[in-house]
């Protein structure tokens, strides 16, 4: 129904910045909120940004102010501009998007595959 495709993330030293993308596709009626959630090995998945259709957005206390989550609505598009890095930033960021496939009238949530960001000191 939705498939999500990432692209971004890497290695950088720490101060430095990164760009996130997640584009959604397939049969999409409307896509209400989408956000990263990052999560670290033995760790449960934590949410680091989300924003929905209006612009609204919220974010981890850890990434104020050095995190931009932004998107396209045009191009079902997410972004997160990662600024500032720390080593505490490193995990594996999943995509994240509520969305309602065209002919059904419930909400369902879909994640993207994965992209690592290591940060080094």
């Known amino acids: 129904q939705v498939q999500l495709v990432e692209s971004g993330g890497g290695l950088v030293q720490a101060g430095g910045s990164l760009r996130l993308s997640c584009a959604a596709s397939?049969?999409?009626?409307?896509?209400?909120?989408m956000g990263w959630y990052r999560q670290v090995a033995g760790k449960q998945r934590e949410l680091v940004a989300a924003?929905?259709?209006?612009?609204?957005?919220n974010y981890a206390d850890s990434v104020k102010g050095r995190f931009t989550i932004s998107r396209d609505n045009a191009k079902n598009t997410v972004y997160l501009q990662m600024n500032d890095l720390k080593p505490e930033d490193i995990g594996v960021y999943y995509c994240?998007?509520?969305?309602?496939?065209?002919?059904?009238?419930?909400?369902?949530?879909?994640w993207g595959q994965g992209t690592q960001v290591s940060v080094s000191s």
């Open positions: 397939g049969t999409i009626f409307t896509i209400r909120v």
């Open positions: 994240n998007v509520r969305a309602v496939p065209t002919g059904w009238s419930k909400e369902f949530t879909y």
């Open positions: 924003i929905t259709s209006g612009g609204s957005t």
